[in-house]
């Protein structure tokens, strides 16, 4: 079981779903079917959505504010978040609860109801069996939208396991439609998206180790689709960072399944950068994202270093 009698108590609260910075499809599609269940509650992304989780959210009429409450006086339902800092500015409340699928959790308040699943490969996951807890229906928007979490976040199911098809499953026989949310995902990018995935590739810089390839690149967005095409172009781990003019940078990491089977984990390598320059990281061994202040140039260099020192261990 994963809700205790406390947290079934804490549902019942006026609800602010609180998805993190940039948030991605899983997230988005978490919060919203929360919300078929939850009519009231509120859907709140202080730093943004991607584009592909507006594309979710402008599909079902889901008005999601970008501007944080500095208090909530019911619970705060942090998701697809692994610390504060992913989805901060949390409002002060004596109520909050965790949802989230990545490797390490940490940073949340002692109070804090977790409900940490690493084994899943998505958090829409998790929310199947949350609903399903507290004994309410998963409607077809509903999944539809946890189809679409867990679409995106296996990579169109290159990383998924027995039990993310187990999922799927039991979204499809609550109404789910496939082909509907490929097509939903899989339509015409924007054209600024495309041409920043371009200009990854073209500012790509890469070295080879043994058999494996490291490939960097610097962006202005979207750091995630470019670390990913980098990874369809042939890198073995992709390296992408991008900056403000606050100093605030961000790198988005992303691994081949080739090398990730022999034991490398982007978390590991992440967390060594956090030691070195602080920042918050979290994610999985195949896909992870480091935020914090400091020049990405030099940033990159350190992730890529590390990244060679552990295919030594590897060799």
């Keep these: 079981m994963l809700l205790n009698d406390n947290s079934k108590k804490l549902f019942g609260k006026k609800l602010l779903l609180l998805i993190h910075h940039h948030a991605d499809v ?29 594309k979710i959210a402008e599909a079902n009429n889901i008005e999601i504010i970008l501007e944080s409450p500095n208090e909530w006086d019911g619970t705060v339902i942090a998701l697809d978040s692994p610390n504060p800092e ?30 940490h699943q690493p084994n899943k490969t998505s958090t829409a996951e998790i929310i199947i069996q949350v609903i399903n807890e507290l004994d309410l229906k998963i409607n077809k928007k509903c999944a539809n939208v946890l189809l679409a979490g867990i679409y995106t976040d296996t990579g169109q199911f290159r990383h998924a396991n027995n039990e993310t098809f187990s999922s799927a499953s039991i979204l499809c026989e609550n109404g789910a439609e496939p082909q509907e949310v490929i097509s939903l995902l899989d339509s015409e990018r924007p054209l600024i998206q ?31 689709g470019s670390a990913r095409h980098l990874i369809i172009l042939g890198a073995d781990i992709a390296i992408v960072g991008s900056s403000n003019k606050k100093g605030e940078m961000r790198l988005s990491t992303r691994a081949s399944n080739q090398i990730v089977s022999k034991g490398f984990n982007l ?38 270093q590390e990244s060679i020192n552990k295919i030594k261990e590897l060799s």
Excluded at 89 to 113: L, R, S
Excluded at 279 to 285: D, E
Excluded at 294 to 301: C, M, N, V, W
């Design 26 to 54: 899983d997230a988005v599609a978490s919060a919203i079917a929360l919300q078929t269940v939850f009519k009231e509650a509120l859907i709140c992304a202080p730093d943004g959505v991607s584009s592909h989780g507006q």
């Design 194 to 224: 495309k041409v920043t995935f371009l200009k990854a590739a073209q500012n790509m810089k890469w070295i080879q180790h043994g058999k494996w390839i490291i490939a960097t690149s610097i962006v202005g967005s979207f750091e995630s």
């Design 267 to 304: 978390t590991k390598i992440l967390e060594s950068i956090c030691e070195i320059n602080e920042g918050s990281s979290g994610g999985h061994p195949g896909a992870a994202g480091y935020n914090g202040t400091g020049d990405t140039e030099a940033i990159i260099e350190i992730a890529k």
């Design 86 to 115: 992913h989805c901060g500015p949390v409002p002060k409340t004596e109520n909050i609860i965790v949802i989230d699928h990545h490797t390490k959790i940490e940073g949340w308040p002692a109070k804090t109801e977790i409900i």
